[in-house]
């Protein structure tokens, strides 16, 4: 198994950053890609940005390209999301995720193991 910790979240203006940390531990050896999904009550979680474990390849929902990005530090098993310019329909709980699923996974149907969340709130 794996297990996943978010942290990061927060209250902020819109136009400001913020970056959310995942930190795994457990069987990493199965990770294949990380991934950060977010959800707001009574929409289906979204797929947001994801990453390589080993390789470091990132993709992106196209809603952030050019704000966030994605990047890890395997020293640490921790993969980070950089949230920049921040807008008020960024606002969610933010989960980050593990898939063994090769294919660049972009659904959460492909991701096993999940975080607890952790909300994002930006003000107008």
């Known amino acids: 198994q794996v297990q996943l910790v978010e942290s990061g979240g927060g209250l902020v203006q819109a136009g400001a950053s913020l970056r959310l940390s995942c930190a795994a531990s457990?069987?990493?050896?199965?990770?294949?890609?990380l991934g950060w999904f977010r959800q707001v009550p009574g929409n289906e979680r979204e797929f947001v940005a994801g990453?390589?474990?080993?390789?470091?390849?990132?993709y992106y929902t196209d809603a952030v390209k050019g704000r966030f990005t994605i990047s890890r530090d395997n020293a640490k098993n921790t993969v980070y999301l950089q949230m920049n310019s921040l807008k008020p329909e960024d606002t969610a709980v933010y989960y980050c995720?593990?898939?063994?699923?090769?294919?660049?996974?972009?659904?959460?149907?492909?991701?096993?193991?999940w975080g607890q969340g952790t909300q994002v709130t930006i003000s107008s």
């Open positions: 995720a593990t898939s063994p699923s090769t294919t660049y996974p972009r659904t959460r149907y492909l991701y096993n193991y």
């Open positions: 457990g069987r990493t050896i199965s990770i294949y890609a």
């Open positions: 990453i390589i474990w080993s390789g470091g390849d990132t």
